[in-house]
């Protein structure tokens, strides 16, 4: 089970945190790479970036510079930091999770669990 959390109101420019909790015993059995897509209205969902398994971060060259992606394996919690938010960044943002291949992949297709999407609204 994956929980997203942090999502909000921020204006233009603004930073937002988001948190991305992995629970259960697949997630405590397998290495597990993560992560983030988002998904604005009347537009495809659009991969942000992951981490690998053994904190190997990876981006979307649409975010690269502005978001960084980390996480916490003795929390079981991957991390969003998202900076200099843009009103065109707004649109509710799901973490991913799949068990490790050893090769990075920016295909929601290849992920096999998902959370429940925070939204994200940035004013302009």
């Known amino acids: 089970q994956l929980q997203a959390s942090g999502g909000g109101l921020v204006q233009a420019g603004g930073s937002l945190r988001l948190s991305c909790a992995a629970s259960?015993?697949?997630?405590?059995?397998?290495?597990?790479?993560m992560g983030w897509f988002r998904h604005a209205p009347g537009k495809e969902r659009e991969f942000l970036g992951g981490?690998?398994?053994?904190?190997?971060?990876y981006y979307a060259d649409s975010v690269k510079g502005r978001f960084t992606i980390s996480r916490d394996n003795a929390k079981n919690t991957v991390y969003l930091q998202m900076n200099g938010l843009k009103p065109e960044d707004t649109a509710v943002y799901y973490c991913?999770?799949?068990?490790?291949?050893?090769?990075?992949?920016?295909?929601?297709?290849?992920?096999?669990?998902w959370g429940q999407g925070t939204l994200v609204t940035v004013s302009s």
């Open positions: 991913a999770a799949r068990v490790t291949s050893g090769v990075v992949t920016t295909s929601p297709l290849r992920y096999a669990y």
């Open positions: 259960g015993r697949t997630f405590s059995s397998y290495m597990m790479d």
């Open positions: 981490v690998t398994w053994n904190n190997s971060p």
